[in-house]
């Protein structure tokens, strides 16, 4: 397992995109999260934002940068035709999407960290700026605090969560094009799909097993109580998601390319 780790991660810092990718990944999350801070406004006490999430909106940005990522890895090889290579190198088709997985995670994790760090951080210096005082209820930012180690915590495992998902569709599809416009369509308009529903029961069930909006409830920090699902449970329905996505493109691969 060792060298397949290390032949992934030779293919992968070797190519031209990844790189600009994981550096995309953090610099737009913290991009959006800071456009987020200075936008919204409290201007009186009790005014029912919740501070935390609204420093990290840009984890719904930077999840784009990390599905391309994941596609890229997989898709890239397909393209290629390297994958003939990869697989005769290493004809065990669990080991090389394990390896993949294993550099993927890695990669996304380092850059979440830094994404969301910088989100956090980029909360704390403007959102006073915009009525988020201890006058009015919020104290600065700050990780040590439990619910906001919490969001930003969940925040970086949810961008390895997407990593996931989005490695599994694309060795499933193995198109950049299908895999691509799979992610994304998951990751964005299921979520405005579910809000165009009439019915309050049906919308909430399709709440609950949307991969993104049951992912992005690690993030609430004062009204958690009122989401479909709590914060842990709904990044479990997100890695329950990644966990099918992989089963079924490990299948695939085996079956198809054996």
Do not use: N
Request: net charge positive; charged share 10%; aromatic share 4%.
């Amino acid at each position: 397992m060792r060298h397949a780790v290390y032949a992934e991660w030779t293919k992968l810092r070797t190519a031209p995109g990844p790189g600009w990718l994981l550096a995309g990944t953090a610099v737009l999350t913290v991009a959006l999260s800071a456009v987020a801070a200075s936008s919204v406004t409290c201007a009186s006490a009790g005014c029912g934002h919740d501070a935390a999430r609204i420093s990290l909106q840009g984890v719904q940005l930077g999840q784009a940068t990390v599905a391309l990522l994941a596609v890229l890895m997989v898709c890239g090889e397909y393209g290629t035709g390297m994958i003939r290579t990869s697989l005769v190198a290493m004809p065990r088709r669990t080991t090389v999407l394990t390896a993949k997985a294993t550099v993927l995670t890695g990669l996304t994790l380092a850059a979440g960290t830094a994404g969301v760090l910088g989100s956090v951080l980029a909360g704390r210096l403007l959102l006073p700026g915009s009525g988020f005082t201890p006058a009015h209820g919020y104290p600065p930012l700050s990780p040590a605090d439990g619910p906001t180690l919490r969001a930003a915590a969940g925040s970086v495992l949810y961008l390895a969560l997407i990593a996931l998902l989005s490695l599994g569709v694309a060795t499933a599809v193995r198109d950049s094009a299908a895999a691509t416009g799979s992610v994304l369509g998951l990751l964005y308009l299921f979520p405005l799909a579910v809000r165009m529903v009439a019915d309050e029961g049906t919308q909430r069930l399709l709440w609950q097993l949307s991969p993104a909006s049951a992912g992005l409830a690690v993030q609430a920090t004062t009204d958690a109580a009122g989401l479909p699902l709590g914060p842990w449970a709904g990044l479990g329905v997100l890695a329950a998601w990644a966990a099918a996505a992989l089963l079924a493109g490990g299948l695939l691969l085996g079956r198809r390319d054996a």
